[in-house]
C-alpha cells in the first residue's frame, strides 16, 4: 500500500508540473564526469567471452570500452560476486557441480562452492564458433577482480591454473593478482548494476566499504582531479577520472539507498525496462521525476521489447529537455545503433553494448570519437590474451 501511494503521488506531481525543470548545479557537475557517446562494454561482453568473466573484461578493456558493466550480488557468506541472473543454472555448470541445487540463489552458495563452478562451459556449448579450450576454466568473479582488471591487472594464479587468495581468522577473503603482460593501457571505469535490495539488504553500503578499500570510491576521493581528460594519448583513461565509477539499479528503493549511501556524488542511472510503460508523456514525466528526485543524472533504457521502444524520441527529448541524460542497452548491431544514432540526433547519450568492438567502429565512423578499436580483430585480441 505505501508503494501505492508513492508511485501515485509521483503520477502527480509529473501530471501537474511536467519533466521538473533542469537539474540542480551539483547534479549537473557529477552528469559532466561521464564522456560522451560513452561505450560501455555489457558485462564485458556476451559474444566474444563468456559474460562477466575475467576474458570478457580482459577483452573489453584491450578492446577500448570506457566502462566495464556488470552485475553484483552476495555470496552466503557476504563476498560480493558478479552474476546477472539471481540463480547460476544458465551461465555455469552448477547442475554438475551441485545437482539438484542449480536453481537455488546466488545468496545460497558459500564463496569457495562458488568458485568450484566453471562460467565457461556453457559458452562453449551454446556457441562452438566462437568456443575457445580456455573459456572453460573460467570462474565466476568477485567484484573487486573486475577493478583490478580495469587497472590493468589480471588474477593471480598458482601453477594448475587455479586463482590464489587466502581467508582471515575473522573470515575475510582477500584476493591476489598481478601486472597483465597483454595490458595495453586502456584504464575503463566500471559501471555497477545492483540486484534486489529486498533480497541483498545492505549492499549499497557494502559496495561503498569495498570501493574505499581497494581506492575506488570517488565519494571519499578528493584527490583525483576534474581535468583529467578521458582519453590520452590514443588510450581510455576513464578510470583515472572522477567519472570511473557509476552505479545503476532498476530499484526505486536502490536509488534512494544510492543517494543515502554515496550522497550525490557520483554518477548515477536509473535504470528502466520491460515493465515500464512509456506511452505516454504522463508516463515518461513520472519516471523522468522520480530518476531526478533520487538523484540521478541518467536514465538507462533498453532497445525495446515486443516492438515498444525503451527510449522513443518522445521520451528521450521529455528526459533531455529535463537534464537528464540516456544511455540505452543494450546494443548487438550496426542497424540498432543507426537506429538511436536518429540521423544525427541520438537518442542516447552513450551505449552499452554486447559488442564493444562494434560499436566503436560506430562512433569512429560517425566523427565523433577520436580513440577506439584499431588494428586486431576480437578474435586476435583473445588469443594476444592468452585464450
Not at 582488471?149 to 584476493?175: L, N, P, V
Not at 545492505?202 to 569495498?210: A, D, G, H, P, T
Not at 528526485?293 to 521520451?315: C, E
Request: aromatic share 10%; charged share 25%.
Amino acid at each position: 500500500m505505501k508503494q501505492l501511494v508513492f508511485l501515485l503521488g509521483f503520477a502527480a506531481f509529473a501530471g501537474c508540473c511536467g519533466n521538473g525543470g533542469d537539474l540542480s548545479p551539483e547534479a549537473r557537475k557529477v552528469q559532466q564526469y561521464m564522456p560522451a557517446h560513452a561505450v560501455v562494454a555489457h558485462r564485458g561482453t556476451v559474444y566474444w567471452a563468456p559474460e562477466l568473466t575475467e576474458a570478457a573484461f580482459r577483452w573489453a578493456r584491450n578492446t577500448g570500452a570506457d566502462y566495464l558493466e556488470l552485475d553484483v550480488r552476495y555470496s552466503k557468506d557476504t563476498v560480493l560476486v558478479i552474476m546477472h541472473d539471481a540463480t547460476f543454472n544458465r551461465t555455469t555448470d552448477a547442475a554438475l557441480k551441485f545437482a539438484g541445487r542449480e536453481k537455488d540463489p546466488v545468496e545460497s552458495f558459500t564463496f569457495e562452492e562458488i568458485m568450484q563452478l566453471s562460467a565457461g562451459t556453457k559458452f562453449n556449448e551454446k556457441n562452438p564458433d566462437r568456443a575457445r579450450e580456455s573459456f572453460a576454466g573460467q570462474e565466476v568473479l568477485t567484484m573487486e577482480d573486475v577493478f583490478r582488471i580495469a587497472e590493468g591487472k589480471r588474477i593471480k594464479r598458482d601453477a594448475e591454473g587455479k586463482r590464489i587468495f587466502h581467508r582471515s581468522q575473522t573470515g575475510e577473503y582477500f584476493f591476489e593478482y598481478e601486472d597483465d603482460p597483454a595490458d595495453n593501457g586502456n584504464r575503463p571505469g566500471v559501471y555497477i548494476e545492483t540486484k534486489a535490495p529486498e533480497t541483498y539488504p545492505r549492499l549499497e553500503r557494502r559496495i561503498y566499504e569495498l570501493l574505499t578499500r581497494i581506492g575506488w570510491n570517488i565519494a571519499e576521493d578528493n584527490a583525483t582531479s576534474e581535468k583529467e581528460p578521458f582519453h590520452a594519448d590514443g588510450k581510455v583513461n576513464v578510470g583515472n577520472t572522477r567519472g570511473k565509477i557509476l552505479l545503476q539499479t532498476f530499484s526505486r528503493e536502490g536509488m534512494t539507498a544510492f543517494r543515502q549511501v554515496f550522497k550525490g556524488k557520483v554518477l548515477c542511472s536509473f535504470l528502466t525496462g520491460g515493465k515500464n510503460d512509456f506511452s505516454t508523456e504522463a508516463s515518461c514525466d513520472e519516471i523522468i521525476a522520480f530518476a531526478k528526485s533520487a538523484g540521478a543524472q541518467f536514465i538507462g533504457s533498453n532497445l525495446g521489447n515486443d516492438g515498444k521502444d525503451g527510449m522513443s524520441p518522445m521520451f528521450s527529448q521529455r528526459l533531455h529537455d529535463a537534464g537528464l541524460k540516456a544511455n540505452v542497452y543494450s546494443f548487438d548491431t550496426d542497424e540498432q545503433m543507426e537506429k538511436y544514432w536518429n540521423g544525427g540526433q541520438p537518442l542516447t547519450d552513450g551505449m552499452i553494448t554486447n559488442r564493444t568492438d562494434l560499436t566503436l567502429d560506430f562512433y569512429r565512423a560517425k566523427g565523433v570519437r577520436a580513440t577506439g578499436k584499431i588494428g586486431e580483430t576480437p578474435e586476435e585480441i583473445l588469443t594476444m590474451l592468452g585464450y
